[in-house]
């Protein structure tokens, strides 16, 4: 008796699921995204051998190869409560939307008198905008001001996290801010050095110094 033969066939593959799941994913990043904003300032930095990555908590002091100094803080809130409180302190007033603004913005290094106009201006025009500095003078310490309330802010942050955590029966891990100051390589010691003192003025005497990596031999 004869075997009985199967027809060979093709095997095919339906690739429309995987069509459909990348398309998705394209449009879902597409509506997610947010435009990087630039920095302000380029800085060259000295290279090390340490490793150590910066924390995401940070505030960041920048120094730049004039030593003009400029501040970032990394959070949306806290960067926003920030200015309303330097608002106070320094008599002036920003729209709700300038916040809001200012809150997405990165590093600056405009006085508080000419903040507002910065704030206004578009990515391009405060790249090519000369930065003038924060001022940190004994008469006019405005960075350390900066500083100050950053601090204060992200504490009060963590403090509402904690107490909506604990009262949701959730565990909370409390990262507190940590202070960095990344100068160019070429910079005057002496700006760096006011930094500092900007710094341990205000009982902060732990701090990251941002460089770059050495490369190892091969």
Known sequence: M?????PKS????????????????VTFFMLTATARISEPVVVDTPSSTSDKLLPENVILVTVDNKGHAYYNINNYDVRM???????????????????????????FGVPMESLKQYINMDDN???????????LDSLNNQLGDWIQFGRIEAAKQAKEQKDKAEKAGREFKYEPIRFAIKADGNA????????????????????NLITNLEKGDE
Do not use: C, H
């Open 81 to 107: 409560r920030t200015l309303e409180r330097m608002a106070t302190q320094y008599k002036a007033t920003f729209t709700d939307k300038e916040k809001a603004d200012f809150a997405k913005m990165t590093s």
């Open 2 to 6: 004869s075997k009985i033969k199967m």
């Open 125 to 135: 025009q405060r790249m090519a905008v000369k930065s003038p500095g924060i001022p």
């Open 188 to 207: 005057n010691y002496i700006s760096v050095k006011d930094i500092i003192k900007v710094f341990t003025d205000k009982e902060i005497y732990r701090f």
């Open 10 to 25: 093709n095997p095919s593959l339906d690739m429309t699921p995987m069509v459909d799941l990348a398309f998705l994913l």
